[in-house]
């Protein structure tokens, strides 16, 4: 079962925050800097059919930013029912989990693509949702 971000989990600042936006196609990623009070996208990857490959790429984003947590969009249907996607995105967070050795946390994604200019972007989203919910 997903562990949903609760505001009270959140690492307090300083302490830098990344947020994941997993696609089939690709992956955002957004970061804040260490006093949590400006949140910027970092980049979109391409998924490689190499899972290892894009789990070390996150880990060397994670260790340059010291990041200490992780938090991961999870798609929700608009009912709130957990889509399709929900059981890739979980298992992709217990690889995640394994790869950084840090917490990883589940954000509801819903409609936080809807206005973004990109996957970082969307990634962004989630860090604002998280830091300011």
Not at 10 to 32: E, N
Request: hydrophobic content about 40%.
């Amino acid at each position: 079962m997903a562990k949903f971000l609760k505001k009270s989990e959140i690492p307090l600042p300083p302490a830098s925050l990344m947020a994941i936006d997993y696609g089939k196609a690709r992956i955002g990623v957004a970061l804040t800097n260490p006093e949590q009070n400006f949140i910027f996208p970092h980049k979109t990857l391409d998924r490689t059919k190499k899972l290892l490959a894009t789990l070390e790429l996150i880990n060397q984003i994670a260790q340059e930013y010291a990041v200490a947590a992780i938090i991961l969009g999870y798609p929700l249907n608009a009912d709130g029912t957990e889509s399709k996607m929900c059981q890739a995105v979980r298992a992709f967070g217990n690889n995640l989990k394994k790869q950084t050795n840090l917490p990883i946390f589940y954000q509801d994604e819903r409609y936080s693509s809807l206005d973004a200019a990109s996957d970082a972007h969307a990634a962004a989203e989630l860090l604002r949702r998280s830091v300011n919910n």
